[in-house]
């Protein structure tokens, strides 16, 4: 089945505990990207990337990393967590935009975070 | 800069009403995609339509109807007969080609409707 697989789902950590939430796609996706959704904003895009080591900053990059060591993996790394990371993140893949325009995302199930 | 505003928070009716979740966008450019997703309870999202900017045909799909307009920047979303599995947050979410970060998506704050039985 075609998918995009978070792990964890759910997590309750502390400041400063560093964590990583992982991310993979089996759907050979170039383009994969996460976003984090809070009450009243919607889902932001935090960091995305198009293809094996290529990342960027999306809107909300601060207190985050990201690596693409391998096409179908995506983590996101929070360093040192703070209360105000706590939030709903989801990981998302497609393949890369082409003439026919913007693909349709996949998105993972969501990883609940909270940082106490 | 791009935006996409849903007005309506939360919307609730009554199973078998006619529902439609508004959503106004801006952009610049000319070349653009407009989508809808649901995210039921559980919390998953679930994809339910793109529309690309040249293509202002409205659409339907069961007792799901959208209607694009260029005119007024909005791409409406109808529900008929409502049920309550219809119960979920919808989010209109934009895509265009500025700054190069391609297939990044603009979301709305979504709206949360509630089919009450």
């Known amino acids: 089945e075609a998918q995009v697989t978070q792990n964890p789902r759910y997590l309750i950590t502390v400041t400063g505990k560093k964590l990583t939430v992982t991310c993979s796609q089996n759907?050979?996706?170039?383009?994969m990207s996460w976003y984090r959704q809070d009450p009243g904003l919607g889902l932001r895009q935090i960091y995305y990337?198009?293809?094996?080591?290529?990342?960027d900053k999306g809107d909300v990059p601060e207190g985050y990393k990201v690596s693409r060591k391998e096409k179908r993996n995506f983590p996101l790394i929070l360093e040192s967590p703070s209360p105000n990371q706590t939030s709903l993140y989801f990981c998302?893949?497609?393949?890369?935009?082409?003439?026919?325009?913007?693909?349709?995302?996949?998105f993972g199930a969501g990883s609940r975070l909270t940082v106490l | 800069a791009q935006k996409v505003t849903q007005a309506q928070t939360e919307i609730s009716v009554v199973e078998k009403e006619d529902v439609t979740l508004d959503c106004v966008y801006e952009?610049?450019?000319?070349?653009?995609?407009l989508f809808w997703y649901k995210q039921p309870p559980s919390g998953e999202l679930v994809f339910l339509i793109r529309r690309n900017s040249f293509d202002e045909q409205n659409e339907i799909s069961g007792r799901y109807s959208w209607n694009f307009q260029k005119s007024t920047s909005s791409f409406n979303f109808t529900i008929t007969a409502s049920q309550v599995v219809d119960s979920a947050v919808y989010f209109c979410a934009l895509s265009g080609r500025y700054g190069g970060a391609t297939n990044k998506l603009i979301f709305g704050t979504g709206t949360l409707l509630a089919v009450q039985p």
């Open positions: 759907m050979n996706h170039e383009y």
């Open positions: 998302a893949s497609s393949h890369r935009q082409g003439n026919s325009g913007a693909n349709v995302l996949t």
């Open positions: 990337s198009m293809n094996v080591e290529v990342t």
């Open positions: 952009t610049r450019d000319t070349t653009y995609y």
